[in-house]
Nanobody, 124 residues
């Protein structure tokens, strides 16, 4: 059974940094896309960033470009999201997502596997 477990969320002041981790088990994601989404209260879940597991192709939402960096460690079957220059509008529950192929999609329907989420709160 595939499991994705996020960690690293917390409370940080505006301008600060956090590093989220996503540990995958039950299947290797080598050759598959993986991504990060987030959902703020009262809003739809939105795409944040994604990468193709086997290569170095990445994709970012415009709102986080230049501030967030997605990366992975194939040996640990893990993925990370380094978040710098955080803003109050980055406050949300962040979800790790595993794709069904190599396509780096930006829609929820492009991903089959989801973690339980980790809360990120940025205070002003």
């Amino acid at each position: 059974q595939v499991q994705l477990v996020e960690s690293g969320g917390g409370l940080v002041q505006a301008g600060g940094s956090l590093r989220l981790s996503c540990a995958a088990s039950g299947r290797t994601f080598s050759g598959y896309a993986m991504g990060w989404f987030r959902q703020a209260p009262g809003k739809e879940r939105e795409f944040v960033a994604a990468l193709y597991w086997k290569g170095s192709i990445t994709k970012y939402a415009d709102s986080v470009k230049g501030r967030f960096t997605i990366s992975r460690d194939n040996a640990k079957n893990s993925m990370y999201l380094q978040m710098n220059s955080l803003k109050p509008e980055d406050t949300a529950v962040y979800y790790c997502a595993g794709g069904r192929g190599s396509f780096i999609g930006t829609g929820r329907g492009d991903y089959d596997y989801w973690g339980q989420g980790t809360q990120v709160t940025v205070s002003s």
